[in-house]
């Protein structure tokens, strides 16, 4: 088991930036593919970056270019810098982590077992 505390959200304006953190505790010695999801109000739950536990990176379309995903190692916070921030970007921010058996990045919020309590980002125009 694993549980997942995310950090960072607030409300900014269009253009600005903000650093989201995710901090693991409990089974920590696994090393676990993460990701961020955000939900907008009335909407899906959308995939918006992934890191699997070789650090490979996948991102949504949406914000390619704009945010970026990082982790320095298993046991350290994982962050999503996110830069050049669009009112379509005010959602709930998530992260969540998949089973330490399954290593690949997959966009189907489905496939993480273990999820945060979510963080709200709001941009306004």
């Known amino acids: 088991q694993v549980q997942l505390v995310e950090s960072g959200g607030g409300l900014v304006q269009a253009g600005s930036s903000l650093r989201l953190s995710c901090a693991a505790s409990g089974r920590t010695s696994a090393v676990y593919s993460m990701a961020w999801f955000r939900q907008a109000q009335g909407k899906e739950r959308d995939f918006v970056a992934g890191?699997?536990?070789?650090?490979?990176?996948s991102y949504g379309d949406s914000v390619k270019g704009r945010f970026t995903i990082s982790r320095d190692n298993a046991k350290n916070p994982m962050y999503l810098q996110m830069n050049d921030l669009k009112p379509e970007d005010t959602a709930i921010y998530y992260c969540a982590a998949r089973l330490p058996q399954d290593h690949d990045i997959v966009e189907s919020p489905n496939r993480y077992p273990y999820w945060g309590q979510g963080t709200q980002v709001t941009v306004s125009s």
């Open positions: 890191l699997n536990w070789r650090s490979e990176s």
